[in-house]
């Protein structure tokens, strides 16, 4: 038989040809479940920012998987014992462990299902794949859910630097054309090596694992909580949280889409489990639910609900101001007053509920770095582990340990918030 038969190769802008073996991961790769991460934006809602970040959840899924088996080739050159079956068991793991993601990826986790996170919903998902490959998907579920005898495995997965953050931070960068968060990806993986149990890297990767930490608290400055991209987050929950109202008060809202009508109406929650009906709809979820969904509500009678779709679909976001420290009390009532002004002047309610949905506060949060329980540990030339920040000889890692807590107000932009 030919050999190149026995491969699928997929052409990525990121990491170049990546070649796929037929069986079980080809299987999953073409599974619906899967396939349904190409309708879901990678970004969420930062194409509103970025216009070329349009990527999708599945590209970052096969670009994940590329790393996977760069770095378990690497790791077996270095004579570290890895089975066939833990090989592909990582590889599957690494495919499948953002397939609980729902659509615009963060944006709606947890406005769909109450006492919800996507990484519930990958593991069901994942049980549920198992179930239909009659237990393939074993040594998979182990290494993912962190019950694997080797626990580097799961390191690879899911840590301070693990593959998912290694393919996305270069994937989000490349596609926003933030050249800041570029990451030496390849120094990493080739430095990446298994010592008494867990992932280390080697000293001579130091430099590269510096870089990574500084691109990532660049990359959530200037992309993942850019102020317009919080802005357009909280448009979107607002105008399900709008529906919501409506859904209580007993209106009548069109659902174009079933799946996302189910939740709505139903208001699951998987604070015992996720059940099989809501893994079901679920999986039906799209990006392009939510679009439709919002065509329509933009005719609804209601002018809040109508004026909040008008404004997502046209662009007509809110303005995010940062503050300094959380906001007092008369500044909210300057911002109160002057909302109500404008909702008064464009002809919409603006009364204490109606205002709830034009001006929201919180605080954005990024940690760059957590070196506690979860480091980055350096192997030095005298086979010492040292966590990174100790091994590190500039002070500004020190820095990238600690989180930025920045308050703000989103508000119309009609409205003007005094620096503080």
Sequence with gaps: MDKSTQYKIFNDPIHGFITVPKGIILKLIDHPYLQRLRRIRQLGLGYLVFPAAEHSRFSHAIGALELGQRVLNNLREKDTTISDA???GTLIAVLLHDIGHGPLSHTLEHSLIDHFNHEMMSLAIMQELNRQFDGALDEAIQI???????????????SQ???????????DSFFT?????????????????VHRGNVVIEKKGIYAVENYILSRRLMYMQVYLHKTVISADVLLKMIFRRVRQLLDEGEKIEMPSIALGYF????????????????EMYTL??????????????????????????????????KTSYLQKKPGKKVLEDVRSQ????????NLPNDDIALSYYLNTGRSFSEAYRYENKGIWILDEKNRVIEFSKAAETRNIIALTKPVVKPYIVHLKEVEVEPM
């Excluded at 909302?339 to 464009?346: P, V, Y």
Aim: proline share 3%; with cysteine; aromatic share 8%.
């Design 264 to 279: 709505l109406d139903n208001r699951p929650s998987a604070r015992k489990k996720i059940t099989r009906k809501m893994l």
């Design 177 to 193: 054309g933030v050249s800041e968060g570029a990451v030496g990806v390849n120094r990493i993986l080739k430095t990446l090596r």
């Design 86 to 88: 833990e090989f592909e």
């Design 161 to 171: 630097l693990d593959i998912d953050r290694l393919d996305y931070l270069k994937r």
């Design 285 to 318: 979820l799209d990006d392009h639910d939510i679009f439709l969904s919002i065509k329509y509500w933009m005719h609804s009678d209601d002018p809040i609900l109508s004026d909040l779709c008008r404004r997502f679909l046209n662009r007509s976001l809110f």
């Design 144 to 158: 993912f859910t962190d019950q694997h005898p080797k626990r580097f495995l799961h390191q690879l997965i899911s």
């Design 339 to 346: 909302t109500k002004k404008a909702l008064e002047a464009a």
